[in-house]
């Protein structure tokens, strides 16, 4: 988060069951999030968390490792959520979508990595075409 108080941790129970969850300095949980991704495909702005999620993640795959060793790409979906007390209260779970390749009928699917929110403006690395990409928030 931009105080720095807050982050997101990323958790594989081993059968493939992945969870993110909003966690304080202390690694104590916030809160845990309803929409399952990894922290890189997220970014913290003062008052939302936008998160890139996968229309699906293959049941073979495992994360993180299998994203970060370029095994498996995703078609993502990019999500806002509230911030409650400007994170120290966690996250709103109630996700809006902001972005939709499908609907945007992008021709290049878009695996949004290293988010990060700046002046208005969210920024990602799409990892099917290594191009850098920024929307207006």
Avoid: W
């Avoid at 104590?28 to 495909?41: A, D, E």
């Avoid at 970014?43 to 370029?70: G, M, N, Q, R």
């Amino acid at each position: 988060s931009p105080s720095g108080t807050e982050g997101l941790k990323f958790t594989n129970s081993g059968t493939k069951e992945n969870a993110l969850a909003m966690i304080d300095a202390r690694n104590q949980l916030l809160t845990p999030i309803i929409t399952t991704t990894l922290p890189s495909k997220c970014a913290f702005t003062s008052s939302d968390l936008y998160c890139a999620v996968p229309e699906e993640i293959p049941a073979a795959a495992l994360l993180p490792d299998d994203y970060l060793k370029h095994q498996v790409y995703f078609r993502d979906i990019i999500y806002v959520l509230p911030l409650i007390d400007g994170g120290r209260g966690g996250v709103l779970n109630l996700p809006v979508t902001i972005f939709d390749a499908r609907a945007a009928e992008f021709e290049t699917p878009i695996d949004a990595d290293q988010l990060q929110a700046h002046d208005g403006k969210l920024y990602f690395m799409n990892r099917y075409d290594r191009k850098l990409y920024s929307l207006a928030l």
